[in-house]
């Protein structure tokens, strides 16, 4: 725009110094008012001409910035665009990475349920339901403050075990009677008549459960897990 300007301003001073020149008689000759009539009309045109290319280079330079500005609004829309999609794929990863952890706590307390519970089959409503050395085991239980829901346990322990068998002996350990105390004479600490008692057997089996164990049913799970409790 200033080189528009400085072109109008040069055209303007000539036509301004043939003005001057005109009424100072720098042109001679018969006819001066055709003469200077005939330089009014050029200057005329020469201004008409500076400022038809003066507004032609202004709506130019004014399409030029509209051009620009929304070059540049495309582009922020396209950042804009850029950024929304960044932003839902984050969103969609973080969703599926909680949905996997939200799996994975279910699949870790389904376990931690099975752990807990190794045992989910009919409960008996009383010791009456069994006989023999099973009956005397559900009854000290119960006297051991064990609820009638863990005797199905103990009785899957023992008689895997010993077979609820107050005589059984194993001779290669030494492991004796339904608890498979090992070795048998530690049940001596309940009393004298471990070896045939299978009352005194069972007290001192639910002591070693509860002091090791806390519960019939979670020794029944060690000893699905491990093989021994």
């Known amino acids: 725009m200033s ?40 200057v005329s045109a020469e201004v008409d001409q500076a400022e038809h290319e003066y507004l032609r280079e202004r709506q130019a330079a004014h399409q030029m910035q509209f051009a620009q500005q929304r070059a540049a609004e495309y582009q922020a829309k396209l950042r804009a665009a850029e950024a929304a999609k960044e932003a839902a794929e984050r969103a969609k990863r973080a969703e599926q990475a909680a949905a996997s952890r939200k ?10 349920n099975a ?29 051991a403050g064990f609820p009638i829901k863990e005797f199905p346990c103990l009785d899957k322990l023992w008689t895997k075990e010993s077979g609820w068998n107050h005589k059984a002996s194993n001779s290669s350990s030494g492991a ?6 090992l070795p048998g004479s530690k049940m001596g600490s309940v ?39």
């Open 3 to 42: 080189r528009l300007w400085s072109r109008l301003g040069a055209r303007t001073a000539a036509v301004a110094l043939l003005s001057v020149g005109v009424a100072g008689g720098v042109y001679l000759g018969d006819d001066r008012e055709a003469q200077q009539d005939g330089l009014a009309a050029q």
């Open 103 to 112: 799996r994975e706590r279910a699949k870790a307390e389904e376990a931690a």
């Open 115 to 143: 752990a807990a519970k190794p045992y989910d089959g009919p409960i008996p409503a009383s010791c009456e339901e069994y006989s023999g050395n099973r009956k005397i085991g559900c009854a000290e239980m119960i006297k």
């Open 191 to 229: 009393a004298d008549d471990w070896r045939t008692n299978p009352a005194t057997q069972v007290k001192w089996g639910l002591g070693y459960i509860e002091g090791r164990y806390g519960t019939p049913c979670k020794a029944w799970a060690h000893s699905q897990s491990s093989g021994w409790y």
């Open 176 to 181: 004796y009677g339904i608890p498979q105390a």
